[in-house]
């Protein structure tokens, strides 16, 4: 059966629908939250009260073929509100000194890995969204913008933002690193 | 080294390297927990329908020592037979609360009063009089009761006037007061299947866009309990204004509602299984009529509904109780159809048919299963008129509205033929319930 079928029977209250909806995107949810959130008990805890929510809410949603959309706006506004309760608790990240050597020794995809790891984690959570939702979760940016409720123009700027960040870190141009990047609160 | 031209590119599968990991260690935990959440109705209101029990719960037995068990058994033995006895000479047997009964009393209003009528021999008795001024009298399912409004000063919030609900025995005893704040006139009451809860409806502030209609209010529908005077609000909807009980068992219900001030029919388990959309909510809120008064046929296999859409309002359709197969129902050409009430027996259907969008006429009867001919019953009236079913599906009970008879109309639904009660009462009636002979 198509995705809308399942919504359509897990919408009816089927819980073997949704357990198969669950199936299909729990891995890349929890990638998302873990993105956003860089702590995978957080992100559990968001993913799940996500999921939760989208089962108690889901007979409330008009189009099933918008269940993806609004479950990525779900999980990532779960995060999102976990970051805010959470405030409080400021983290603090060192990075690692952009021009040290170790960025530069290692090549190939495990330096970009570690180097973009790095990177994000340098970028508010708000940025992280934008990143989760348009490059990891595939949105098209109108759609990111209208999931956290933003304007189109900050949703671009947060992009444009976060990839300059990060591209500088990756390849390797300490001079425009932005101020921002170099170790941050994260909440 | 990531070049800044295949960056972005190559981001994607990079953060999918990075962060995908699997299908996550908390799946099953995580759909057991959504096994025992339940879900939230069919509207983003932050209210939802709770799970109900229509069937009283008894209360579990004291453990008793069990030496004492033989001395006791013996004495409830003794006494079980001696009640067996009484009641079987005593005790009438009560009709369910769906499907044909015997024909009781016809309670109505009369003059601030509530009379029962005997539709054979003619004959009436107060059933409540005094001071109140009492009206809109109401039988329970199984014929013991009669639920009323009496009204009390004050306005509500609606401009309507304020009464309280009372419940009184049909042999007079005990009266009652069961609701512990007024209502609003523009409420609606009707009794649960189980006899024992009253379902009343009062219009509240609403959360839909819908503009103007005053059937754009959301409705609180409560379940008070005539015995211990709790009260539970299932639900508040935007746009409810009746719920109808599902036969056989009263288990579910249908309703309409307004979502995003639209339209739609609903049905709901009252053990908070989720609601379920019998029509999509697309009739815009100011057709008013649309799914008003739905009624469900004698066995609830199916849906009797006024249907209006953007090119107007109102034919009767009807459908499956599950939402499918809708359709119009004995289309005549045009004409004003709606109101239908299913005769008790699920033989016939008699709803109200203007056709040609003429002058007023009045009730037709047709059979429920779409065949045959559409049979002109009852008078012809300049207006409208609130009707009902006998129990036993031998009449028709007419009282016109429009204030051209203070008496009610008796309708053979075989030829249409019609005589009036022998007296006269205001615009509220209803028919008792009472078990079927043998």
Same mark, same amino acid.
């Given at each position: 059966?198509?995705? %809308?079928?399942?919504?359509? %029977?897990?919408?009816?209250?089927?819980?073997?629908?949704?357990?198969?909806?669950?199936?299909?995107?729990?891995?890349?949810?929890?990638?998302?939250?873990?993105?956003?959130?860089?702590?995978?008990?957080?992100?559990?805890?968001?993913?799940?009260?996500?999921?939760?929510?989208?089962? %108690?809410?889901?007979?409330?949603?008009?189009?099933?073929?918008?269940?993806?959309?609004?479950?990525?706006?779900?999980?990532?506004?779960?995060?999102?509100?976990?970051?805010?309760?959470?405030?409080?608790?400021?983290?603090?990240?060192?990075?690692?000194?952009?021009?040290?050597?170790?960025?530069?020794?290692?090549?190939?995809?495990?330096?970009?890995?570690?180097?973009?790891?790095?990177?994000?984690?340098?970028?508010?959570?708000?940025? %992280?969204?934008?990143?989760?939702?348009?490059?990891?979760?595939?949105?098209?940016?109108?759609?990111?913008?209208?999931?956290?409720?933003?304007?189109?123009?900050?949703?671009?700027?947060?992009?444009?933002?976060?990839?300059? =960040?990060?591209?500088?870190?990756?390849?390797?141009?300490?001079?425009?690193?932005?101020?921002?990047?170099?170790?941050? *609160?994260?909440? | 080294?990531?070049?800044?031209?295949?960056?972005? &590119?190559?981001?994607?599968?990079?953060?999918?390297?990075?962060?995908?990991?699997?299908?996550?260690?908390?799946?099953?935990?995580?759909?057991?927990?959504?096994?025992?959440?339940?879900?939230?109705?069919?509207?983003?209101?932050?209210?939802?329908?709770?799970?109900?029990?229509?069937?009283?719960?008894?209360?579990?037995?004291?453990?008793?020592?069990?030496?004492?068990?033989?001395?006791?058994?013996?004495?409830?033995?003794?006494?079980?037979?001696?009640?067996?006895?009484?009641?079987?000479?005593?005790?009438?047997?009560?009709?369910?609360?769906?499907?044909? =009964? &015997? *024909?009781?009393?016809?309670?109505?209003?009369?003059?601030?009063?509530? #009379?029962?009528?005997?539709?054979?021999?003619?004959?009436?008795?107060?059933?409540?009089?005094?001071?109140?001024?009492?009206?809109?009298?109401?039988?329970?399912?199984?014929? +013991?009761?009669?639920?009323? *409004?009496?009204?009390?000063? &004050?306005?509500?919030?609606?401009?309507?006037?304020?009464?309280?609900? #009372?419940?009184?025995?049909?042999?007079?005893?005990?009266?009652?007061?069961?609701?512990?704040?007024?209502?609003?006139?523009?409420?609606?009451?009707?009794?649960?299947?189980?006899?024992?809860?009253?379902?009343?409806?009062?219009?509240?502030?609403?959360?839909?866009?819908?503009?103007?209609?005053?059937?754009?209010?959301?409705?609180?529908?409560?379940?008070?309990?005539?015995?211990?005077?709790?009260?539970?609000?299932?639900? +508040?909807?935007? @746009?409810?204004?009746?719920?109808?009980?599902?036969?056989?068992?009263?288990?579910?219900?249908?309703?309409?509602?307004?979502?995003?001030?639209?339209?739609?029919?609903?049905?709901? @388990?009252?053990? @908070?299984?989720?609601?379920?959309?019998?029509?999509?909510?697309?009739?815009?809120?100011?057709?008013?009529?649309?799914?008003?008064?739905?009624?469900?046929?004698?066995?609830?296999?199916?849906?009797? #509904?006024?249907?209006?859409?953007?090119?107007?309002?109102?034919?009767?359709?009807?459908?499956?109780?599950?939402?499918?197969?809708?359709?119009?129902?004995?289309?005549?050409?045009?004409?004003?159809?709606?109101?239908?009430?299913?005769?008790?027996?699920?033989?016939?259907?008699?709803?109200?048919?203007?056709?040609?969008?003429?002058?007023?006429?009045?009730?037709?009867?047709?059979?429920?299963?779409?065949? @045959?001919?559409?049979?002109?019953?009852?008078?012809?009236?300049? &207006?409208?008129?609130?009707?009902?079913?006998?129990?036993?599906?031998?009449?028709?009970?007419?009282?016109? *509205?429009?204030?051209?008879?203070?008496?009610?109309?008796?309708?053979?639904?075989?030829?249409?033929?019609?005589?009036?009660?022998?007296?006269?009462?205001?615009?509220?009636?209803?028919?008792?319930?009472?078990?079927?002979?043998?």
């Amino acid at each position: 059966m198509d995705q %809308r079928g399942t919504v359509e %029977r897990a919408r009816r209250g089927d819980h073997d629908a949704f357990a198969s909806l669950i199936d299909v995107h729990l891995a890349r949810l929890d990638a998302a939250a873990r993105l956003i959130l860089r702590d995978p008990e957080l992100a559990r805890d968001a993913v799940q009260e996500a999921l939760i929510r989208a089962w %108690r809410d889901l007979p409330g949603l008009r189009d099933p073929d918008r269940f993806d959309a609004w479950l990525h706006r779900l999980t990532v506004n779960a995060c999102l509100d976990l970051v805010r309760r959470r405030r409080r608790r400021v983290i603090e990240v060192e990075l690692s000194p952009i021009d040290s050597p170790a960025a530069h020794d290692v090549a190939g995809d495990l330096a970009d890995r570690q180097m973009l790891e790095e990177a994000l984690a340098g970028l508010s959570p708000g940025h %992280r969204a934008v990143v989760a939702l348009h490059y990891l979760l595939g949105m098209p940016l109108p759609e990111v913008a209208a999931s956290l409720r933003i304007p189109i123009g900050t949703a671009k700027s947060r992009l444009h933002y976060a990839l300059g =960040a990060m591209r500088t870190v990756v390849t390797a141009e300490p001079e425009s690193v932005p101020a921002a990047v170099a170790g941050r *609160n994260l909440a | 080294m990531t070049t800044p031209r295949r960056f972005e &590119g190559d981001l994607p599968a990079l953060l999918a390297d990075l962060y995908l990991a699997g299908m996550p260690d908390y799946r099953d935990d995580l759909v057991q927990r959504i096994e025992r959440t339940p879900q939230r109705p069919a509207w983003t209101l932050p209210e939802r329908w709770l799970p109900v029990e229509l069937v009283t719960s008894r209360t579990p037995a004291a453990r008793v020592p069990w030496r004492q068990i033989g001395v006791l058994a013996l004495i409830a033995l003794l006494l079980a037979a001696a009640l067996a006895a009484y009641i079987g000479s005593h005790q009438a047997r009560l009709p369910a609360p769906f499907g044909p =009964a &015997g *024909n009781g009393f016809i309670p109505f209003a009369k003059s601030g009063d509530i #009379y029962l009528g005997d539709p054979v021999s003619g004959g009436t008795h107060p059933l409540v009089t005094g001071p109140g001024d009492d009206k809109s009298p109401v039988s329970s399912p199984d014929g +013991t009761r009669i639920a009323f *409004n009496r009204s009390v000063p &004050g306005t509500a919030a609606d401009g309507t006037a304020l009464f309280d609900t #009372y419940v009184v025995n049909v042999d007079g005893s005990g009266l009652s007061r069961v609701s512990f704040t007024p209502i609003a006139d523009s409420s609606r009451l009707s009794w649960a299947p189980d006899s024992r809860r009253l379902a009343i409806i009062q219009k509240v502030a609403g959360t839909s866009g819908c503009q103007g209609p005053s059937n754009c209010l959301a409705g609180k529908f409560d379940l008070v309990d005539t015995a211990s005077g709790a009260s539970q609000t299932v639900a +508040t909807v935007d @746009g409810l204004d009746f719920v109808q009980f599902r036969p056989p068992d009263g288990r579910e219900l249908m309703y309409r509602a307004l979502v995003d001030g639209k339209w739609g029919m609903f049905a709901v @388990g009252l053990d @908070g299984s989720p609601v379920r959309t019998l029509a999509q909510p697309n009739v815009p809120g100011e057709m008013g009529l649309s799914f008003h008064a739905a009624m469900y046929s004698a066995d609830g296999q199916r849906i009797f #509904y006024e249907h209006g859409d953007a090119g107007g309002c109102c034919q009767l359709w009807v459908m499956n109780a599950d939402g499918t197969g809708a359709h119009e129902f004995m289309p005549l050409g045009p004409a004003w159809d709606g109101n239908a009430v299913p005769s008790p027996d699920g033989q016939w259907v008699a709803y109200w048919h203007n056709p040609n969008d003429g002058p007023i006429h009045g009730i037709s009867i047709a059979r429920a299963d779409e065949t @045959g001919r559409l049979l002109a019953a009852g008078p012809v009236l300049p &207006g409208f008129g609130h009707y009902l079913w006998a129990p036993d599906s031998s009449k028709i009970l007419l009282f016109p *509205n429009d204030g051209s008879s203070g008496r009610a109309f008796l309708i053979d639904p075989h030829d249409g033929s019609f005589k009036t009660v022998a007296w006269d009462s205001d615009g509220d009636l209803d028919w008792q319930r009472i078990a079927l002979p043998g």
